[in-house]
């Protein structure tokens, strides 16, 4: 059985084992993995995600007595809530906030939620930072939208799902995640406008010119993430104040140089640098990707990476590790992706050599010692849908 079929048996098997009879359809929504824009988002600037061949399956059916019941295979007990709960962000807690809060945010819209059983299976890794949680968010949202027959077109969803997990969850989250898992298509990257949320599939078949992206999941635990992000995103609001923007996507890059001269603490001056050619690498890259040159973005993810190692100042050994063997190994281009602190590394890879690449960064890890990472191949893939 292939790994897709494989994860809507078991939200089929779940749901039997829990509520008996046959759920009334499956719906799925993948992770993502960001292939160039890193603490871009938050600036008002760019990012280029792609959803990933990851999925998570709900297997739902409605509930006459119009509350809600979900179970996940990540624990046994399923968790149970009716519109009181629903509707105060707080009152639902752990993991299935998430599907409250899809239920709080359709509500709060004016939408007539069903009620419904939901049994959630995933492929999607919890916390690395490939989006288990917008992939859970998204599958949800799909489910109960076509289950009440609800009037929400699908460029409507992310936006929903975003406000999901900031609302009621409580996370602080942009829109580039829920986008992705919504909106990407296979052999596309999604470009995102993160001041106007305009979106663009761009091309980006890998599989056709013999590429793959390998994902690294660095295994290394995240060391004060939230903390230091929260001092980055703070960081780039005031070097934005001082410099007289609305945000740091203000500063054009033949602008930089004047601006940093106007910034008299050396850190803040690096952490605009990261910002401002950050994003001019996410316009290159589309640039590239337009034009069918995909070998040719390498670079740019390496300038990405070392612009984050030095400049923004968020890598971890154990990261710059997978980078610097997967580009030893023969990688065209490879970087942090994500928040850092840990999480995943991503190297643009012939499809044929992703095994030795993945190997030689293994290698690398027990040299120094490191838990040894888990390595995957991707290709972009299809966003939240109905499985049958
Ligand atoms: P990431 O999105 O990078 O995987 P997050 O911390 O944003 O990490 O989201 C992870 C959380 O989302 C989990 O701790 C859990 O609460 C919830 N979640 C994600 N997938 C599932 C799932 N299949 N079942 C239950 N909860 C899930
Ligand atoms: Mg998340």
Same mark, same amino acid.
């Given at each position: 059985?292939?790994?897709a #079929?494989?994860v809507?048996?078991?939200a089929?098997?779940?749901?039997r &084992? ?7 359809? @499956? ?5 993502? /993995? ?6 871009t ?11 990933? +061949?990851? @999925?998570?399956?709900?297997a739902?059916?409605?509930a ?13 007990? +399923? ?9 105060e ?7 299935? #906030?998430?599907?409250?809060? /899809?239920?709080w ?6 939408? %007539? ?13 919890v ?8 992939? !859970?968010? %998204?599958?949800?949202? #799909?489910?109960l ?5 609800l009037?929400?077109? %699908?460029? @409507?969803?992310?936006?929903?799902a ?6 009621? =969850?409580?996370?602080p989250? $942009? !829109?580039?995640? &829920?986008?992705?898992? !919504?909106?990407?298509?296979p ?15 761009? +091309?980006?078949? *890998? ?13 290394? +635990?995240?060391r ?14 005031? #070097?934005?104040?001082?410099? $007289?923007?609305?945000?740091l996507r203000d ?5 930089l ?8 603490? %050396? ?7 990261h910002? =401002? ?20 973005? $390498?670079? *740019? ?7 984050m ?9 154990e ?11 023969g990688?065209?281009g490879a ?5 850092g ?15 030795a /690449? ?27 849908t109905? *499985?049958?």
């Amino acid at each position: 059985m292939s790994a897709a #079929a494989d994860v809507a048996a078991r939200a089929t098997a779940g749901f039997r &084992q829990r509520y008996g009879g046959e759920p009334a359809g @499956r719906w799925a929504a993948p992770g993502r /993995v960001n292939l160039i824009g890193e603490h871009t988002d938050y600036n008002d600037g760019f990012v280029l995600p792609f959803a990933l +061949p990851l @999925r998570t399956v709900v297997a739902a059916a409605v509930a006459d007595d119009g509350r809600w019941s979900v179970w996940s295979e990540l624990d046994d007990e +399923p968790v149970e809530f009716g519109p009181a709960e629903a509707d105060e962000p707080g009152r639902v807690d752990g993991w299935a #906030a998430y599907v409250a809060g /899809v239920v709080w945010a359709l509500r709060a819209a004016g939408h %007539a939620v069903p009620g419904a059983r939901l049994a959630i299976a995933s492929d999607v890794p919890v916390g690395s930072g490939l989006s288990s949680s917008a992939a !859970i968010e %998204a599958a949800v949202l #799909a489910a109960l939208v076509e289950l009440g027959g609800l009037d929400l077109p %699908a460029d @409507r969803w992310p936006r929903l799902a975003q406000r999901a997990e900031n609302d009621y =969850v409580g996370a602080p989250t $942009g !829109i580039m995640d &829920q986008s992705a898992v !919504i909106r990407g298509r296979p052999g596309h990257a999604l470009f995102l406008d993160c001041r106007t949320e305009a979106v663009e599939l761009i +091309p980006f078949d *890998l599989g056709a010119a013999g590429l793959a992206v390998l994902v690294i999941d660095s295994h290394a +635990p995240h060391r004060h993430a939230d903390g230091e992000y929260a001092a980055r995103r703070k960081s780039c609001e005031r #070097a934005a104040k001082a410099l $007289g923007v609305a945000a740091l996507r203000d500063v054009a890059t033949g602008d930089l140089e004047a601006a940093l001269a106007r910034l008299d603490d %050396a850190e803040t001056r690096r952490r605009v640098r990261h910002v =401002v050619t950050e994003d001019q690498r996410v316009l290159d890259t589309v640039e590239l990707l337009r034009a069918g040159r995909i070998r040719d973005i $390498g670079p *740019l993810l390496t300038a990405s990476h070392a612009s984050m190692r030095d400049d923004f100042e968020i890598t971890v050994p154990e990261i710059d590790t997978a980078v610097e063997a997967a580009l030893a190994a023969g990688a065209y281009g490879a970087r942090m992706t994500g928040g850092g602190f840990g999480g995943c590394v991503l190297a643009l890879v012939d499809a044929d050599a992703a095994d030795a /690449v993945a190997a030689a960064v293994a290698a690398a890890y027990a040299d120094r010692g490191f838990t040894a990472p888990g390595t995957r191949t991707v290709l972009p893939a299809g966003g939240a849908t109905r *499985l049958d």
